[in-house]
């Protein structure tokens, strides 16, 4: 009886044990996966990541000089990133906010294609 007492008090005056989300978010883990970006001006359309998705969700036109990723298909394993040399795409720790319409996300690289950098990994 006293046992319950007091878990009832304790709860009665203690602070809630969940975050008031989206108020105020966790700081995500050091590892977390949240979503990939493009630093659209390091690529040199390869197509590596493009060949290396297994959601078949980019798509690089390398006449265009455009990279595009659909975000709703991406399963955020990090393939793309990890193959890609020059870092042209990045791990992001914060997931993505919902939203209202499904569009794919497009990149324009303005100006000529960067030259490789021979330290890029995987090109020698
Ligand atoms: S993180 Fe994985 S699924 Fe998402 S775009 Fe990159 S390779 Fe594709
Ligand atoms: S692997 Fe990197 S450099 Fe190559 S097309 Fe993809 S983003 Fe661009």
């Given at each position: 009886m006293f046992e319950m007492l007091n878990t009832i008090l304790?709860?009665?005056?203690?602070?809630?044990?969940?975050?008031?989300?989206p108020a105020q978010r966790r700081e995500p883990f050091a590892s977390t996966r949240g979503q990939i970006k493009s630093v659209i001006e390091n690529c040199i359309f390869c197509m590596?990541?493009?060949a290396a998705c297994p959601a078949n969700c980019i798509?690089?036109?390398?006449?265009?000089q455009t990279w595009s990723v659909d975000p709703y298909r991406c399963i955020v394993c990090g393939m793309c990133v990890e193959?890609?040399?020059?870092?042209?795409?990045?791990?992001?720790?914060?997931?993505?906010?919902?939203?209202?319409h499904r569009e794919p996300?497009?990149?324009h690289q303005e100006g000529p294609i960067p030259k490789i950098n021979p330290k890029a990994k995987g090109i020698n």
């Open positions: 304790k709860n009665l005056f203690s602070g809630p044990v969940t975050r008031p989300y590596r990541c493009q798509v690089v036109d390398r006449k265009e193959v890609c040399p020059t870092e042209a795409i990045i791990m992001n720790r914060h997931y993505r906010d919902p939203v209202k996300i497009v990149k």
